[in-house]
Every structure is written in C-alpha cells, then in structure tokens.
T-cell receptor
Framework: DSGVTQTPKHLITATGQRVTLRCSPRSGDLSVYWYQQSLDQGLQFLIQYYNGEERAKGNILERFSAQQFPDLHSELNLSSLELGDSALYFC???????????FGQGTRLTVV | AQSVSQHNHHVILSEAASLELGCNYSYGGTVNLFWYVQYPGQHLQLLLKYFSGDPLVKGIKGFEAEFIKSKFSFNLRKPSVQWSDTAEYFCAVNFHGGSQGNLIFGKGTKLSVKP
C-alpha cells in the first residue's frame, strides 16, 4: 500500500458524459500528479498540483481539468468523454526533496 | 523533445536466467532516473532510483541499475529472475531535477518468467 488512495477503482460511462476522479495523497505530501495509462500512448503525465496551485502541465486535453483542495486531495475532471479516453488514470504524490513519487492503485475508466 | 526509450517490448525468460532491460533517454542535462514495476492489476511500485553519487544503484528484490552518463542509459539488471518477477517494468526520467513526480516514462517492458 503506497498510502495514495484513488476512488473509484472502476468507472463505466457513456460518450459525452463527465466524470470526476478523486485522489487522496499520502499524509504530508504537498504535490499531486495525474497520469493517464493507455495501450497506445503508455504512461503520460497530465498535470501536477502543489499545495493547491497548478505547478506543471503535461499532455492534458482541454476537456480535462484538475484541482487540489485545501485538504490536499485532488480531483481530475474529464468531460465530453470519448471512446479514446478509456484508460487507467493514476494519481501520485510526493513529499519535498529528493525522493520518489508514490502511486495510487488507479481508476480504470471505460467509455462506452 | 525529451523522451525515454525502452528497447524491449516483451522479454521471456526461464527462472534463474539473468535479466537486463535497456533504457535510454534523450536529454543531456541533469536527470533523476527511476525504474518502476507494475505487477498485474496493481499500481506502480518503485524498484530503484538514481539522483547522484555511485552510478551503480541497488534496489529492492535483488534488482540493480547502472547509470552511464555518456550513453544516456540506465539499464536494469537482475542476476537470477524468479517467476514472481513476471510484471511490466517502466523506466522513468525526471528532467531538470524538478518535482519528482513529473516523469517521462518509457513504453514499458513486459517480463514473463517461465517456471
């Protein structure tokens, strides 16, 4: 157990819909990262938040957005969903300093 | 653009065989290097990491990796694999030495170990 909690574990939804994925980082970690893992693209960094502020942006679509709340949990919002958005979405968190990021179990999103 | 390449898509070995998985990255500046493992249906777990110092890094479960700066490589090795090492292995690079979760991952190498 990495200490990073993601909910839900599985999500099935229809095209055009909007979903919210939730992540609770490890206790004390200020940084939260979101990744998308798909068969064709592999693991892609989407976005990072640090203590409530957006810190870095990767290959995140405009239909996707994220935020980090005062209690440091984060949500990834995916809207106008397409079949190609079906993937495993991972959240990770890290403390300050030279250490690694810790990954959650992921949310498997299936768009039908 | 910054990129990470893993040379093998799928490696099949018998138990007790030696393992070497290749990883190369494109950038010549400061990097932090990681190998993660993903067992079937599970999350990514860190095997080992390199930030600085001794380029030969030892990780968990008997894995090690060698950073060769001149070759932009960070190959993963294990002298004798076990059936339980069956998993997917990802090399990841943090460029510029920034936030440690801001990683570029390789495409991954699936390792199948035959008992």
């Amino acid at each position: 157990d990495s200490g990073v909690t993601q909910t839900p574990k599985h999500l099935i939804t229809a095209t055009g819909q909007r979903v919210t994925l939730r992540c609770s980082p490890r206790s004390g970690d200020l940084s939260v990262y979101w990744y998308q893992q798909s068969l064709d693209q592999g693991l892609q960094f989407l976005i990072q938040y640090y203590n409530g502020e957006e810190r870095a942006k990767g290959n995140i679509l405009e239909r996707f957005s994220a935020q980090q709340f005062p209690d440091l949990h984060s949500e990834l919002n995916l809207s106008s969903l397409e079949l190609g958005d079906s993937a495993l979405y991972f959240c990770a968190s890290s403390p300050e300093g030279n250490t690694e990021a810790f990954f959650g179990q992921g949310t498997r999103l299936t768009v039908v | 653009a910054q990129s990470v390449s893993q040379h093998n898509h799928h490696v099949i070995l018998s138990e007790a065989a030696s393992l070497e998985l290749g990883c190369n990255y494109s950038y010549g500046g400061t990097v932090n290097l990681f190998w993660y493992v993903q067992y079937p249906g599970q999350h990514l777990q860190l095997l080992l990491k390199y930030f600085s110092g001794d380029p030969l890094v030892k990780g968990i479960k008997g894995f090690e990796a060698e950073f060769i700066k001149s070759k932009f490589s960070f190959n993963l090795r294990k002298p004798s694999v076990q059936w339980s090492d069956t998993a997917e292995y990802f090399c990841a690079v943090n460029f510029h030495g920034g936030s440690q979760g801001n990683l570029i991952f390789g495409k991954g190498t699936k390792l199948s170990v035959k008992p």
